[in-house]
Every structure is written in structure tokens, then in C-alpha cells.
T-cell receptor, first 113, second 113 residues
Framework: NAGVTQTPKFRVLKTGQSMTLLCAQD?????MYWYRQDPGMGLRLIHY???????AKGEVPDGYNVSRLKKQNFLLGLESAAPSQTSVYFC????????????FGPGTRLTVL | QKEVEQDPGPLSVPEGAIVSLNCTYS??????FMWYRQYSRKGPELLMY????GNKEDGRFTAQVDKSSKYISLFIRDSQPSDSATYLC?????????????FGTGTQLKVEL
């Protein structure tokens, strides 16, 4: 099992450009999450999904959109990137149920100039 | 005020020392408590979890929860250089949907030879 994978690993964008980050999991997990991690701020939830075709807003959703067309994939989109979106982005997934572990991907380092 | 507070460190200790990492929280709705370890430029990985007050031991690691004081701790005995990482506490409400986690900002630990 590859677990949770993220594509790309690194990306540099110019302000106003768009991009999509891809998260894939092969563990048949129902729930998937997108976080951003910034120094001194910890992990903050952007959007999440509790199943194929569903999405919901997290703590910091502005400027991002997501889609979960297939159970194994969760896409995070930036329509018009801003320097404030420079961050490390992590995807996670877990089984449904209260006491199940969230498994994290390796992260995507995004710089917006 | 953040719902979860964690001293960011950095914390530097000699090999073999006992390390104490702590988090406080303000929301009584948190019922499930976790510690994640994150090595540099990697995704977080679950180290320990507990959902009751008291101690839980796993090898050199002990997780302690005091719900009455809203305080959780992670103790590392006989610390090793390989324990050098950032340690994140995380908490889960049983309500609100999505089994979302709230993370502390992380404590950076360095264990020196």
C-alpha cells in the first residue's frame, strides 16, 4: 500500500496563477482532509470530505476549492493564488468512526511569489 | 484565545533525558486526545492516542490526560537522537461532523548526543 500520496511535492506560482493539488489514498478511507501548516500556526483545516461527492468547509476555506469525484482522490484548487497561500499543504485520510487514526501524506510545499 | 495551546519550544535535551511535552485546551467537548510526531519535511504520524483521563504507556512513551484541568502531556523516557522531531497534540470532539481534529502548534524537540 502506498498510503496517502500527494502531487506535486513542490511548486512555485506567481500571484494570480491557478493550480490543483492532488491527494490519493489506497486504503478505502471514507474521510479525507486538506490542511495547511504555517510556522507558529500549526495545522489548520481547509476543507474536508466525509465521502465521495461530498465536501465541507474547515477553519480556513477562503481562496480554496475542493472536489471529491472519486473515493480515493481529493483535489484542492487555488483559483487565483496569493502570497498568503504560501504554505505546506497536507492531505490526510481516515476510516469513518470515532476513534480511527488520520493518516497524513508527505506534503506539498507551495510558494506564491 | 486558541482552543489548544502548546509551547512551541524549541526544547533541547541531552540523550537519555526525560522529556515532558504539554498542551492545554479550553473546550470541554474534546474527548479524544492524540500525539503526532512530525520529522522535518515529513507528514505527521500518530504516536499515541487516548480517550480517558489517566496514563497510557507505550514503550518509552507515556500519554497523560487530566480532563478536570484540561491538560495533556506526553513523556518520553530515555530520549534518543531519533526522537528529535516536532510533536503535535491533537484533539477530537465527538460532535460537529467529520471527526475533525484541532491541533496544537507543535513543540520542536532536539535530543543531543
Amino acid at each position: 500500500n502506498a498510503g496517502v500520496t500527494q502531487t506535486p511535492k513542490f511548486r512555485v506560482l506567481k500571484t494570480g496563477q491557478s493550480m490543483t493539488l492532488l491527494c490519493a489514498q489506497d486504503m478505502n478511507h471514507e474521510y479525507m482532509y486538506w490542511y495547511r501548516q504555517d510556522p507558529g500556526m500549526g495545522l489548520r483545516l481547509i476543507h474536508y470530505s466525509v465521502g465521495e461527492g461530498t465536501t465541507a468547509k474547515g477553519e480556513v476555506p477562503d481562496g480554496y476549492n475542493v472536489s471529491r469525484l472519486k473515493k480515493q482522490n481529493f483535489l484542492l484548487g487555488l483559483e487565483s493564488a496569493a502570497p498568503s497561500q504560501t504554505s505546506v499543504y497536507f492531505c490526510a485520510s481516515r476510516l469513518a468512526g470515532i476513534y480511527n487514526e488520520q493518516f497524513f501524506g508527505p506534503g506539498t510545499r507551495l510558494t506564491v511569489l | 484565545q486558541k482552543e489548544v495551546e502548546q509551547d512551541p519550544g524549541p526544547l533541547s535535551v541531552p540523550e537519555g533525558a526525560i522529556v515532558s511535552l504539554n498542551c492545554t485546551y479550553s473546550n470541554s467537548a474534546f474527548q479524544y486526545f492524540m500525539w503526532y510526531r512530525q520529522y522535518s519535511r515529513k507528514g505527521p504520524e500518530l504516536l499515541m492516542y487516548t480517550y480517558s483521563s489517566g496514563n497510557k504507556e507505550d514503550g518509552r512513551f507515556t500519554a497523560q490526560v487530566d480532563k478536570s484541568s484540561k491538560y495533556i502531556s506526553l513523556f518520553i523516557r530515555d530520549s534518543q537522537p531519533s526522537d528529535s522531531a516536532t510533536y503535535l497534540c491533537a484533539m477530537n470532539r465527538l460532535t460537529g461532523g467529520g471527526n475533525k481534529l484541532t491541533f496544537g502548534t507543535g513543540t520542536q524537540l532536539k535530543v543531543e548526543l
